[in-house]
């Protein structure tokens, strides 16, 4: 997962203050996951190959409710929201790598192995979420995460999601 893509996205757009390029921007992600403020921990997806790898940005800001208690005057991200955070971007790798028919169902992380975090993440971070396909059969998928602060890996983990039934 060296984040290096020949493909390009589909839908592409350009933020028009930083130019950079993305794929949905936080309202069209909120279409595709159920979390809300203050839990929704994806901003922009940058990169998207259905049925491949998603490239998504979280911006790490002072203001997350967590930085109150997670530690008074010396911020870091907890670990299990960087977890969260890929999570929610292979959420919507997953929905949009989705048969029609499974599409619209809520999708459940069945586990998490290989977790390893490398360094801190603190506010003013821009957290670079990274996840692939390993395998994907029709009940589960497996994938590889990796969540970086520019060129520095962050944490890593693998993980494995299954769709629920329809509500």
Do not use: C
Not at 61 to 79: D, L
Not at 135 to 158: C, I, N, Q
């Amino acid at each position: 997962m060296d984040g290096q893509s020949t493909a390009e996205p589909q839908d592409l757009k350009t933020d028009p203050e930083t130019g950079q390029a993305f794929v949905y921007d936080i309202v069209r992600i909120l279409d595709y996951l159920p979390h809300r403020y203050p839990f929704i921990l994806v901003d922009r997806i940058l990169e998207l190959v259905p049925g491949d790898r998603i490239t998504a940005l979280k911006n790490v800001t002072i203001n997350e409710p967590h930085f109150q208690g997670h530690f008074p005057g010396m911020p870091i991200m907890p670990g299990v929201l960087i977890l969260e955070a890929l999570g929610q971007a292979g959420g919507v790798l997953v929905m949009d790598s989705a048969p029609p028919e499974k599409r619209g169902r809520p999708i459940y992380f069945m586990a998490m192995d290989k977790v390893k975090f490398r360094r801190t993440v603190v506010p003013g971070d821009q957290l670079i979420l990274k996840l692939n396909i390993l395998k994907s059969r029709a009940r589960a998928v497996k994938m590889a995460a990796a969540a970086y602060v520019g060129d520095a890996l962050a944490a890593e983990a693998e993980f494995m999601a299954t769709f629920g039934e329809s509500a």
